[in-house]
């Protein structure tokens, strides 16, 4: 498989697929921050430094990227656990990768990714499937319901990881 796109989206069409699938997304969710920080651990600051792909972030870029992307990924859930259809804010996340955090020691960010991970599985694990059906409106890609979403976030860690570990190959 190509390094833009090293794991395939998961299949989400229908329901029993779904309904089946949920708990091993929340278990991919739950094992994306030991996964990042296994996959970054003793590499050198030239590694880290390094683009996966030529024209990419680098591997530090990502690092940071990942708890960035599941920050919004979290709020968005509680807002549509708690709002109807709530309209979303888009981020612009290459803009975000070129702020002046994204040069930092990547602790940082595997630590925030970590206890973030930590409450956002306490709510996965808490919801019914009625909550699973709940709705927000992405402003550019239509309406997620939060199945979707769950399933789109346990491939989201999973491909930076993969990506990451690329570099290792």
Known sequence: MPVLMP???PDSTTPMQRQAQVQTW???IASAPRELRAAVAGLSQKQL???YRPGGWTVRQVTHHLPDSHMNAFIR???ALTEDQPV???YDEARWALLADAALPVESSLDLLQALHVRWV???ESMSERDYQRTFLHPASGVWRLDQYL???AWHGKHHIAHILSIRS
Request: glycine share 0%; charged share 15%; net charge positive.
């Open 7 to 9: 794991v395939s989206m």
């Open 77 to 79: 859930l509680k807002l």
């Open 88 to 90: 979303i804010k888009p």
């Open 151 to 153: 399933a789109q976030y």
């Open 49 to 51: 430094d390094t683009p």
């Open 26 to 28: 929340i278990q991919q």
């Open 122 to 124: 306490q709510i996965l």
